[in-house]
Nanobody, 117 residues
Framework: QVQLVESGGGLVQPGGSLRLSCATR????????MRWYRQAPGKQRELVAL???????NYKDSVKGRFTISRDNAKNTMYLQMNNLKSEDTAIYYC???????????WGQGTQVTVSS
C-alpha cells in the first residue's frame, strides 16, 4: 500500500521558518519525481516546488530564494525548507509523487501551514 505522509506544518510568525517532510512508503522512491503543492482557502491548488529523480529542482517564482526542496533517497523522504515565511504562504501543503515514466501518481493528505502574527 502506497502512503505519503506530510508533517512539519504549524503556526509561525511572518519571517519565521518551517521544514516540511513527506515520508513515503510502498514506492520505489528513487524513480519518482516529487512535488510540493499548496492550496489556500478559496484558491486552486498550485505547484510550489519540484525535484526530479535526478535532483533537478524548480520553484514557483514567489518562493524562489526562500524555499528549498530536497530529497533523501535513503530515507524515502522529501523535504521543503521554508524561510522568511509570509502571510500569503498560508495554505495546506501537499506532497505528490509521480513516477518518472508517468505510470503512477500519489498524494499525501496535506499539512496546514499558517503564517500569522
Amino acid at each position: 500500500q502506497v502512503q505519503l505522509v506530510e508533517s512539519g506544518g504549524g503556526l509561525v510568525q511572518p519571517g519565521g521558518s518551517l521544514r516540511l517532510s513527506c515520508a513515503t512508503r510502498g514506492i520505489i522512491f528513487g524513480i519518482y519525481h516529487m512535488r510540493w503543492y499548496r492550496q489556500a482557502p478559496g484558491k486552486q491548488r498550485e505547484l510550489v516546488a519540484l525535484i526530479t529523480d535526478g535532483g533537478t529542482t524548480n520553484y514557483k517564482d514567489s518562493v524562489k530564494g526562500r524555499f528549498t526542496i530536497s530529497r533523501d533517497n535513503a530515507k524515502n523522504t522529501m523535504y521543503l525548507q521554508m524561510n522568511n515565511l509570509k502571510s500569503e504562504d498560508t495554505a495546506i501543503y501537499y506532497c505528490n509523487a509521480r513516477r518518472r515514466d508517468g505510470n503512477g501518481a500519489y498524494w499525501g493528505q496535506g499539512t496546514q501551514v499558517t503564517v500569522s502574527s
